[in-house]
């Protein structure tokens, strides 16, 4: 490109010094449908996409022509890309061939990473990063925390044990903010991240629509707007140092 003086010539040599970037959709669909989901509205639609059109074999094709070559940076995305049937044939020949991905999920379909998991060697295993959402607004509404439980006890150990690096992307609504013991649960997660010689990052983002008639960001009270930079003040280097965390 003109901005950063990428000619034919030089070419090469800035793909050696940059990994290009290609983002795959793989579904539209996602059954989690969070009810501040940034498309507006819960996704429901079918599980469809053009691997469904060409077929598995034939994407795999064209993907290795589109690489030419190069080690690649895959963004394996959707809707929620876990729940194409195609996703992890996908991602291992991805990671087979030498390249990295890094899947956006909300980590819910153990069983696609309990079988990922059997399927990776150590070496893949580094190339594999997550950004994965935590819906702890979705959960915190429903009876007996029964999901909340089950990602910090079953799901979150279970994506730990099929990446190098995760990113936890946190909505921090008004009823998030207000939980007491929020930085007990983040605490939690740092001392699973260390266990298992993952790299965590959170990244805790503002709520974005409309709630009981109130529009966000814009109508974050002053204490929920002083809770939120105080958690990412806190929470900016989760894996430096538990200790300090926890002061």
């Known amino acids: 490109t003109r901005h950063n003086k990428i000619t034919l010539e030089n070419h090469q040599e800035f793909i050696k ?3 290009p970037r290609i983002t795959l959709y793989l579904t539209e ?3 989690h449908a969070c009810w501040y989901c940034i498309s507006g509205k819960p996704i429901r639609n079918p599980v469809k996409s053009i691997i469904d059109e060409i ?3 034939e994407y795999l094709e064209k993907l290795t022509l589109l690489e030419g070559g190069c080690k690649i940076e895959y963004r394996l995305v959707g809707g929620e ?3 194409h049937p195609s996703f992890l044939d996908i991602a291992i020949s991805l990671l087979e061939r030498g390249h990295e991905i890094t899947v956006m999920t909300h980590g819910n379909n153990i069983n696609v990473f309990n079988q990922l998991e059997q399927k990776i060697s150590p070496e893949m295993r580094q190339a ?3 950004e994965a959402s935590f819906h ?3 959960y915190i509404r429903e009876k007996n925390n029964i999901r909340l439980n089950n990602y910090i006890n079953e799901v979150f150990p279970t994506l730990l044990k ?3 690096r995760f990113t936890m992307i946190i909505p921090l609504t008004p009823e998030v903010l207000a939980l007491e013991n929020l930085e007990i649960i983040l605490d939690k997660f740092v001392e699973q991240a260390i266990d298992a010689g993952v790299n965590l990052t959170f990244y805790l983002i ?5 709630i009981s008639g109130k529009s966000y960001p814009r109508e974050y009270s002053e204490s929920e707007l002083n809770r939120f930079l105080a958690l990412q003040k806190k929470y900016q280097d989760p894996s430096a140092n538990l200790e300090k965390i926890k002061s």
Do not use: R
Request: aromatic letters at 8%; one cysteine or more; proline letters at 4%.
């Open 17 to 19: 010094q940059n990994k």
């Open 29 to 31: 669909h996602c059954s």
């Open 55 to 57: 077929g598995v074999e």
């Open 81 to 83: 890309p876990t729940e």
């Open 128 to 130: 594999i990063h997550y």
């Open 136 to 138: 702890i607004g979705v």
């Open 162 to 164: 099929t990446c190098s």
């Open 206 to 210: 503002e709520l974005y629509g409309t």
